[in-house]
């Protein structure tokens, strides 16, 4: 390997920064912190929690509907300016905001966010990363999805003091800004679209040994290896696979119902907003783990262990009743297992479906997962409101985590048969 390749590889550990960029950023600096802004909203102005938060179910149905035009843009264009805009776009509404008086406005917000979020939500991560790195992809993509949750768990308090210092609209133009200039800077800057379009290698190509094993065979995929749109959309396994997870996101999203559950019961609210910091700290470890496991043992074996963990967190957690420490143990054994969202999907739509055309193929993957996400919320509140209890919800996640036990151990060879010899 030449000297211009030994550069070129290594050039893919700027492009996973630039991933960090336009999707860790956003996510950890503005989207995942739109509620630290509701109440001060609401006061403000005077309006309902329906007005204040529609935008919030605007968002991923819009995303559902712009993730297949955001595949094709991907794969046909340039990404680095393709995703510049799209956080552009995203910063630019949120900015917005903080001059905006009226529920209509906050709901074209949505639409903004949603339309961007197509882009560099689930789609763009994957198809990078695969894209740059011939090997510990899952690592890479765990690795990313940790910085998400760093910035998230970090920037909360912080936020969460400038609104109460300086007020809402300051806080959300400093959280836009970061955005615009740490976000879209860095993406334009290190963003490259191919290691061929450099005419470099992947990072850690000729390297992994070859090995026998049926594993090892399904975690190696060539970057011009896989099966066509038009074979994946043939195949059992890919409709399997957006049901998989679909699973994987309802289960996911119930970590922001453990607070009300267990403000509901006996172990109170503060035992509830504890659990809901325990889960995302056991989310790292999980983000970091199961990437690591995808490269090692593959994502069919990585997506049991995943369901393993949050069925049985799940079941903990429930069973657990007024045992405060059972309760802690559960949820973190769940927050390992849904970290799994953001890993075991792409990871096994790689490995099943190959790198060929993998950006059109799991725009299908994140359209489901857009349109899951849309009725999670209102599936928790339905289960409460006519039970007047989360048992239900709790039976449903584990039945969801079995469910993922068996799909995860046919996705990945039902896929590889529509291509791989």
């Known amino acids: 390997m030449g000297t211009e390749n030994v550069k070129g590889s290594n050039y893919a550990w700027a492009v996973a920064i630039a991933c960090i960029a336009f999707y860790a950023v956003p996510l950890g600096f503005a989207a995942n912190h739109a509620g630290l802004f509701i109440t001060p909203v609401m006061n403000e102005f005077g309006w309902s929690r329906t007005d204040a938060t529609l935008f919030m179910s605007i968002q991923p149905w819009v995303a559902a509907l712009c993730t297949p035009l955001a595949g094709k843009l991907i794969s046909k264009y340039?990404?680095?300016?393709?995703?510049?805009?799209?956080?552009?776009?995203?910063?630019?509404?949120?900015?917005?905001?903080?001059?905006?008086?009226?529920?209509?406005?906050?709901?074209?917000?949505?639409?903004?966010?949603?339309?961007?979020?197509?882009?560099?939500?689930?789609?763009?991560?994957?198809?990078?990363?695969?894209?740059?790195?011939?090997?510990?992809?899952?690592?890479?993509?765990?690795?990313?999805?940790?910085?998400?949750?760093?910035?998230?768990?970090?920037?909360?308090?912080?936020?969460?003091?400038?609104?109460?210092?300086?007020?809402?609209?300051?806080?959300?133009?400093?959280?836009?800004?970061?955005?615009?200039?740490?976000?879209?800077?860095?993406?334009?800057?290190?963003?490259?679209?191919?290691?061929?379009?450099?005419?470099?290698?992947?990072?850690?190509?000729?390297?992994?040994?070859?090995?026998?094993?049926?594993?090892?065979?399904?975690?190696?995929?060539?970057?011009?290896?896989?099966?066509?749109?038009?074979?994946?959309?043939?195949?059992?396994?890919?409709?399997?696979?957006i049901v998989m997870a679909g699973f994987f996101v309802i289960s996911a999203s119930f970590v922001q119902q453990l607070a009300s559950y267990a403000s509901t019961g006996e172990l109170g609210a503060a035992v509830g907003a504890m659990a809901v910091s325990v889960a995302m700290v056991a989310s790292i470890i999980g983000k970091f783990g199961l990437g690591w496991l995808c490269d090692h043992i593959g994502a069919r074996a990585t997506g049991v262990i995943a369901g393993v963990l949050g069925g049985a967190g799940a079941a903990i957690a429930f069973f657990s009743g007024a045992n405060v420490m059972g309760f802690y143990v559960g949820v973190a054994l769940f927050g390992v297992g849904y970290s799994a969202l953001n890993i075991v999907p792409p990871m096994t739509c790689r490995q099943a479906f190959g790198n060929k055309d993998y950006a059109n193929i799991f725009s299908m993957v994140a359209t489901g997962l857009n349109v899951f996400s849309g009725f999670s919320a209102l599936i928790y509140a339905q289960i409460f409101d006519i039970t007047g209890s989360f048992a239900g919800a709790f039976w449903m996640i584990i039945v969801f985590y079995v469910l993922v036990i068996v799909l995860s151990l046919v996705i990945v060879p039902m896929g590889r048969k529509s291509?791989?010899?």
């Open 78 to 241: 340039n990404p680095r300016w393709i995703m510049t805009a799209s956080v552009l776009v995203f910063g630019l509404a949120n900015l917005a905001c903080a001059w905006f008086t009226a529920p209509w406005q906050w709901n074209i917000y949505g639409v903004l966010y949603g339309a961007s979020a197509a882009f560099w939500m689930y789609i763009a991560t994957p198809t990078m990363v695969n894209r740059w790195f011939a090997k510990s992809n899952g690592t890479v993509i765990g690795v990313i999805g940790v910085m998400v949750s760093l910035f998230g768990a970090i920037m909360s308090p912080i936020i969460n003091g400038w609104i109460a210092s300086m007020g809402w609209q300051t806080a959300r133009i400093i959280c836009s800004v970061i955005v615009i200039v740490v976000g879209g800077g860095l993406t334009a800057a290190l963003l490259r679209e191919s290691p061929e379009k450099m005419g470099v290698l992947p990072w850690g190509y000729g390297t992994v040994e070859e090995k026998k094993s049926e594993a090892a065979s399904q975690i190696a995929v060539g970057a011009d290896e896989g099966a066509t749109v038009a074979q994946a959309r043939k195949n059992p396994a890919l409709w399997l696979l």
């Open 419 to 421: 291509w791989a010899k």
